[in-house]
């Protein structure tokens, strides 16, 4: 799957080829603070006078270099892909391989947190259970009940969430086999030809 | 068992030959009714056949019999304790044997009615599964990974219904089902012993 880059993006990028390489890699760097934490002004101005050129010029290369860096994770591509989208830009061979090994190095951090911006659910995270006989109540003495107690713990957008749910064996012994069977539906031939032919 | 003054005064009065054997018979199986099957008071008003009774005598016995029998499975009472509870109030001895025959019938029945009156955490009665591909979504593209979304369905003490419903990863599954599994197992164990 190719990148398809806008004019802007590559005028953008074209000042990367003007540099040192060393360069190059600083601005990787600067561009994965950026997508870790924001942006940092000072640090455009900083380089901008170091290289002799105006801080736009920094911060547009820096973004352009952010963009395709994120857009490349986005859609995993492969290298040979990679190398085929920025063919375009006209950089000499070396810088292209410079660009394709920080893609490389940084796209799994990339995608992990492009993952955790996509929607998210509630989702799990623990459960515990403790085991009871319940012995006697108000409405009924001397009587012998198991009872188990289930604390399901739950996470949203970083939030957790605790659920306690109370059961006895039977529902237990419900509950438990029908998640086994929705485990082992993973593996069934429908699922498998399904997932084979997604990838 | 230990009942109040007044529950002994209604039993007396539903042992009294001011109620006939027949209609006598009659309440008893009402109030087991009432018990099992929560029906209105009222019913004892309405039956035919104890229409004859004082109505202020026939509450007074029907209230007296329920408050034996649930107190009577409460406290686990058995027949002897039955019998004696029974004697103390005078009544006669075929009456005292319509009851405790009654009460012995039903005891199991009535332990696990009373047994249904609890409080509770919310109480899991079935559970509910689906099971997804994640493809891709506007922040990222090849995901491929399953996703499985799960709902217990609970119902709270007051008959409310409730779902929890959360997603979950294979792996996270995998641990969930670990869990639970060994939570199943030292149950199994715990009733072997």
Known sequence: ?199 | MELSGSTVTGLQLAGSSSIDDKSFNRLTQLVLQSIMEDTDPSIIQDDGKLSKINQGMLKECYSSLIILLIEGARTDTDTTGMRSTLEDCKLTPDRIEVLVTLYNDNKAKLRARLGRIRSSFPYLTDVNWRLDYYIKSNHLERVDKPVYTISLNTEEGDGKKKDVIFSCTQEQLQDLVGKLKDASKSLEKFSQQ
């Open chain 1, 1 to 199: 799957m190719l990148l398809v880059l806008t004019e802007e993006h590559k005028t953008h990028l074209s000042f990367l080829s003007t540099v040192d390489i060393s360069v190059v890699r600083e601005f990787c760097r600067i561009s994965m603070e950026f997508i870790k934490n924001g942006p940092n002004t000072k640090l455009y101005s900083g380089a901008a006078q170091k290289l002799g050129v105006d801080t736009a010029t920094v911060r547009q290369s820096v973004q352009g270099l952010m963009f395709l860096l994120v857009e490349s994770s986005k859609l995993s591509v492969n290298e040979i892909d990679f190398l085929d989208s920025i063919m375009i830009l006209g950089f000499d061979e070396e810088l292209n391989k410079e660009l394709y090994a920080l893609y490389e190095e940084n796209s799994s951090e990339i995608r992990s947190l492009l993952m955790s911006m996509s929607l998210d659910l509630p989702h799990y995270t623990d459960l515990e259970w403790r085991l009871e006989a319940q012995l006697s109540s108000r409405s009924l003495e001397r009587q012998v009940q198991p009872s188990i107690l289930l604390r399901l713990h739950t996470e949203e957008e970083g939030v957790p969430s605790v659920h306690t749910i109370e059961t006895d064996p039977v529902n237990l012994i419900h509950l438990t086999n029908s998640l086994e069977t929705a485990l082992a539906e993973i593996k069934s031939q429908h699922c498998r030809r399904i997932m084979r032919g997604i990838k």
